[in-house]
């Protein structure tokens, strides 16, 4: 069976890093981009099942990217990630089709629990512990 992509698109490296390490430890494919246009460019060219999306990424925000992303592909699932508490661009995400939101510092088990269970993946690692 083919890995699951999960893109994750945050212009801090440090968020990408850590992602990335969770997420290949649960038996992903994972992809990074720190800014809107390489994030579309592995959508389009990689098809990833799940982003995990910041809403605020220098250029292009993540309201942006996210339009974009359901104009390429409507079936790719969006989680967003955001260090502010701005509830109208929450709402204008989730009107978007993002799934739910986590405001940063978010907690690292109930991210990878919210991902594994849209994705319907337990991997190696069911016991959701670092």
């Avoid at 440090?14 to 390490?21: F, S």
């Amino acid at each position: 069976m083919d890995k699951k992509k999960i893109l994750i698109v945050d212009d801090q490296n440090g968020i990408r890093i850590l992602l990335m390490e969770v997420f290949n430890v649960e038996g992903y494919q994972t992809y990074q981009a720190s800014n809107g246009k390489l994030a579309l460019e592995i959508v389009r060219k990689e098809s990833p099942d799940l982003v995990l999306l910041d809403m605020k990424i220098p250029g292009m925000d993540g309201l942006d990217i996210l339009k974009h992303i359901k104009q390429i592909d409507s079936s790719i699932k969006v989680i967003m990630m955001t260090a502010y508490g701005e509830l109208d661009m929450i709402k204008e995400a989730t009107d978007l089709g993002a799934l739910t939101h986590f405001t940063k510092p978010f907690d690292i088990d109930e991210l990878r629990l919210a991902v594994n269970t849209e994705l319907r993946h337990f991997g190696p690692n069911n016991s959701f512990a670092i």
